[in-house]
């Protein structure tokens, strides 16, 4: 069973930064491509970053480039979100998601996380 856990939210003011980590197992890492998703009350879930299986391809929403650098480290089963210069905005839950192919479309991700509250005030 694929199980993915996320780790690093907290509240910070705008313009700090914070760093994500989304650990995985039960499942071949490798295999899947990686994603970071957030939903803010009532919002639909959206689209930050996506990461293809070997890092070499990524993806950003629109509002998150230049802020946001999206990547993974295969030898440890794990994927990465560095957020720079944070605004209000930005403030949601954020889940890891898995996906046995190339995706950013929530509902084409199989395996989510549980979810990390990222929180920034102004």
């Known amino acids: 069973q694929v199980q993915l856990a996320e780790s690093g939210g907290g509240l910070v003011q705008a313009g700090g930064s914070l760093r994500l980590s989304c650990a995985v197992s039960?499942?071949?890492?490798?295999?899947?491509?990686m994603g970071w998703f957030r939903q803010a009350p009532g919002k639909e879930r959206e689209l930050v970053a996506a990461?293809?299986?070997?890092?070499?391809?990524?993806d950003y929403a629109n509002s998150v480039k230049g802020r946001f650098t999206i990547s993974r480290d295969n030898a440890k089963n794990t994927q990465y979100l560095q957020m720079n210069s944070l605004k209000p905005e930005d403030t949601a839950v954020y889940y890891c998601?898995?996906?046995?192919?190339?995706?950013?479309?929530?509902?084409?991700?199989?395996?989510w996380g549980q979810g990390t509250q990222v929180t920034v005030s102004s």
């Open positions: 990461i293809s299986r070997s890092g070499g391809t990524t």
């Open positions: 039960g499942g071949i890492f490798s295999s899947y491509t």
């Open positions: 998601a898995a996906t046995g192919k190339w995706s950013t479309i929530p509902r084409s991700y199989d395996y």
